[in-house]
């Protein structure tokens, strides 16, 4: 067993922490999504630039998504680069991952409960399997990213080349 995984105490941990990011990212961009709804294409007022309750700025909501956005860029930033990380881990570079070492449904598995934050009843009907099979899936999938570490998953590099330290 390795003394963590990424930073965190170890696989199971991480993956949290990479679905925990998706919500803040899908939160963030939903929040940027409706700012720009309400700045919309708006006609010149017939009035001036009064509106019922004083003046009025005709920038303000661009400026306010502008705003939100800019304090929002680093932690969407990190967000996407942990989603890319995971990303990765699922499928390699090149090759690698946990779709070669385990397979494709598997890393479909993980994949879409954690970076698509999907519960397990959806992930389950998307992947044609129960959400016990689910479960179970990443469950294998999370001891095996701790007992390799996330260099040799990313490589592939594992059960046919070493054995594993999983006492089985």
Do not use: K
């Amino acid at each position: 067993m390795s003394d963590g995984f990424l930073g965190a105490a170890d696989a199971r941990a991480w993956w949290s922490t990479v679905r925990a990011a998706s919500q803040d990212l899908a939160r963030m961009e939903r929040a940027v999504g409706r700012m720009r709804a309400r700045e919309g294409v708006r006609g010149a007022p017939l009035s001036g630039t009064r509106g019922p309750s004083g003046p009025r700025d005709a920038t303000r909501a661009t400026d306010d998504r502008m705003d939100y956005e800019a304090a929002c860029a680093p932690a969407m930033e990190s967000a996407r680069s942990l989603l890319g990380t995971a990303d990765r881990l699922l499928w390699g570079d090149a090759g690698g991952g946990v779709a070669e070492l385990l397979g494709a449904t598997e890393a479909s598995v993980v994949r879409l409960h954690n970076v698509d934050a999907l519960p397990w009843s959806e992930v389950a009907r998307s992947l044609s399997l129960s959400p016990s099979t689910c479960r179970q899936m990443e469950g294998a999938a999370m001891d095996l990213m701790d007992a390799l570490g996330p260099g040799r998953v990313l490589d592939g590099n594992g059960c046919a080349t070493e054995p594993l330290p999983l006492g089985i």
